[in-house]
């Protein structure tokens, strides 16, 4: 657990398959059950970019809302 702990620290990137690779480098044959139990159990998770749902899209998708101020017609 503590080699896995440091490869953590130097490779904060990389999931489960990875650190099977690095365990199987060292010479460890294990399971990705069993390193994604060790990694969770140590509360390690792999760092990504999250989407980022406050940009807007391409400006050739986005159209104006024609109903803006329609009223319509009431339904009494």
Not at 24 to 36: E, I, Q, S, T, Y
Not at 49 to 59: A, F, T
Not at 63 to 73: A, E, I, N
Request: glycine fraction near 8%; aromatic fraction near 10%.
């Amino acid at each position: 657990m503590r080699q896995i702990d440091e490869h953590y620290l130097d490779h904060p990137t990389e999931g489960v398959l990875r650190a099977q690779d690095f365990l199987f480098a060292l010479g460890f044959v294990v399971n990705h059950k069993r390193v994604r139990r060790l990694l969770r159990l140590m509360g390690l998770r792999a760092i990504y970019p999250k989407r980022n749902l406050s940009k807007l899209g391409l400006s050739k998708y986005i159209r104006p809302y024609l109903l803006k101020g329609f009223k319509g017609h009431d339904r009494n």
